[in-house]
């Protein structure tokens, strides 16, 4: 045997004096092998081209059905008034701290802790409007129905054993039950995946918005618009502005949780 060093044909892994397996990938030694290492290489992939998720065209295309832009609005909305609700009962039991200390007296803030109280009664009438508006969103149906399919599936086994099921009919319902959950589960994930286009539609519509209220403050700033009529159209774009921010909130942390 040459006293050359030898390296393994497979692999390139050096070969030992006496050796008659490679240590890394066992392949027999011979004296045909080779004294140099074969270097194996590979040609790198391709890095793929990260293709957008969504097309112009599907975002362009795709329409928020409006009782769930509502829906949307409606949650974003309650939410922002229950942290109001908040901060104004935080208010209070600061300052009614003070008065228990004795650090203040109770006649300098009468006015204003019955102020507070009159925001915080109205607030808590808008929250109870809001939540009788709420219902549940499609995807909060068709995850339950997804679940049921899989607890079904789950409970089969144990009837198996229990009734002591011939293999013809467990299969059969098995089989069954597979179908409904698979198709349980597609229902779901396509809801979802137009969740995520309605979210890229209103990202988009709402920077529209911004770049509108940016020219209409300009058309003001340059005297092209009166005062007037700057108001008036700033009061409309607003609101839907706000409205608009709510929904895609309120969306995204759906989005965030599912």
């Not at 922002?80 to 008065?99: P, Q």
């Not at 502005?241 to 969306?251: F, N, Q, V």
Request: aromatic share 6%; glycine share 4%.
């Amino acid at each position: 045997m040459s006293d050359k060093v030898r390296f393994c044909i497979k692999c390139g892994n050096k070969i030992n004096p006496g050796e008659r397996f490679c240590r890394k990938c066992g392949t027999p030694i011979t004296q045909l092998d080779i004294s140099r290492p074969t270097i194996h290489t590979a040609t790198p992939p391709t890095p793929l081209k990260k293709e957008p998720i969504f097309s112009d065209r599907e975002i362009k295309e795709i329409e928020i059905p409006k009782e769930l832009y509502e829906q949307f609005s409606y949650r974003g909305e309650l939410k922002s008034t229950k942290e109001k609700m908040e901060k104004l009962s935080v208010e209070v039991e600061r300052i009614m701290d003070k008065i228990k200390s004795g650090e203040v007296d109770m006649a300098e803030y009468t006015d204003e802790i019955k102020d507070l109280k009159g925001q915080f009664a109205t607030l808590k009438e808008k929250k109870n409007g809001l939540e009788g508006k709420i219902k549940s969103l499609p995807h909060e149906a068709l995850a339950e129905d997804e679940e049921l399919w899989r607890e079904r599936l789950q409970k089969l086994d144990s009837v198996r054993k229990e009734k002591n099921l011939s293999k013809e009919v467990y299969q059969k319902m098995k089989a069954e039950y597979q179908e409904k959950y698979a198709n349980a589960s597609k229902k779901r994930r396509d809801e979802i995946a137009k969740m995520q286009l309605w979210k890229r539609k209103l990202e988009e519509e709402r920077q529209n918005m911004k770049e509108k209220l940016e020219i209409l403050e300009t058309r003001y700033a340059t005297g092209e618009l009166s005062e007037a009529n700057y108001t008036k159209e700033l009061k409309k774009i607003k609101e839907g502005y706000d409205k608009k921010k709510l929904a895609l909130s309120e969306l995204s942390e759906v989005l965030i949780k599912i």
